[in-house]
């Protein structure tokens, strides 16, 4: 396939994840619909805490056609409480284990930054996406994990834990800190073995607005490391607070947002809504003549 030089912003050097023995295709884009099994995130919280719910949104995401199902048990919002080890497990297995059970063939990731729970889930339903926020920072045996089970691994930028991480965040130039950032982490991911992997900026975490924005305007500059970029733009405060909104108003923001991060060269949207990310998609790819 030839592409055209305006094209590779749109379409990244590495397009396929293996998982599970699975290439799954990114040379075009695809969303990531989120299933929060938590009491307290910030835009959906409690709304996935019973079976039917759970499955209801998982379907959901699968019919709307959402490539991966990303499950998070722990809230990550700014100023969240961490919980223990023993909580995030008897949150996150039984969903996990039911949304395998029920569709086995979607393709699963687990918010977590805990290299134990990641052992456990993986004993539970064999391969999945690690999303990690931390960038393996929280946990520094989950580098290690990562290797030797070789699964496939989102790598985040935040410069600390919830409770704090929104303290007057100060950067001298925020896109140069977070690709060095970036770029070190990646260097030990490689340096282990690990061939899969997904680089996020971590919009909202460690992040003023502006920060937020300006990483948003150089999204492009990701391209340096040749691999699928994930942007986490749904719904966030740095859209509904700028708007003077509360988070279930600010859909149409995200869909500016995510077709910014689309036209920046992003590869997976994360999002609350599905449907409308893809519709996103499917019209920025007739801008860039190309589409899924």
């Not at 990550?76 to 080890?85: D, M």
Request: proline residues 4%; negative net charge.
């Amino acid at each position: 396939m030839l592409f055209t030089q305006n094209d590779k912003s749109f379409y990244r050097s590495k397009s396929t994840i293996n998982l599970n023995g699975q290439l799954i295709d990114l040379s075009s884009p695809v969303v990531m619909g989120i299933l929060n099994a938590t009491p307290d995130s910030f835009y959906d919280g409690g709304a996935y805490t019973t079976d039917a719910a759970i499955l209801k949104r998982a379907e959901q995401i699968i019919d709307e056609g959402g490539q991966f199902i990303d499950i998070g048990a722990m809230s990550t919002r700014p100023g969240a409480v961490e919980i223990s080890l023993e909580e995030e497990l008897e949150r996150l297995v039984p969903v996990v284990s039911r949304i395998r059970k029920e569709f086995p063939d979607a393709s699963l990731s687990v918010d977590t930054y805990r290299s134990e729970i990641v052992r456990v889930v993986y004993n539970e339903i064999g391969d999945f996406v690690v999303n990690d926020i931390s960038g393996g920072t929280f946990d520094l045996g989950m580098f290690e994990t990562i290797a030797g089970l070789k699964l496939p691994y989102i790598l985040m930028h935040t410069p600390g834990k919830s409770a704090t991480m929104q303290n007057n965040p100060v950067y001298e130039d925020v896109v140069k800190e977070v690709i060095l950032f970036l770029s070190v982490q990646v260097q030990k991911l490689k340096q282990l073995g690990v061939c899969d992997i997904l680089i996020d900026p971590g919009f909202g975490f460690g992040k003023s607005a502006a920060h937020n924005f300006e990483l948003l305007n150089r999204l492009d500059a990701l391209r340096i490391f040749e691999l699928p970029v994930l942007a986490g733009l749904s719904r966030k405060a740095m859209i509904w607070k700028e708007l003077n909104q509360t988070p279930s108003e600010s859909l149409n923001g995200t869909t500016v947002l995510n077709t910014l991060a689309l036209m920046g060269g992003c590869d997976i949207l994360r999002v609350h809504d599905v449907k409308e990310a893809l519709e996103t998609i499917k019209l920025v790819g007739k801008i860039k003549n190309r589409t899924k």
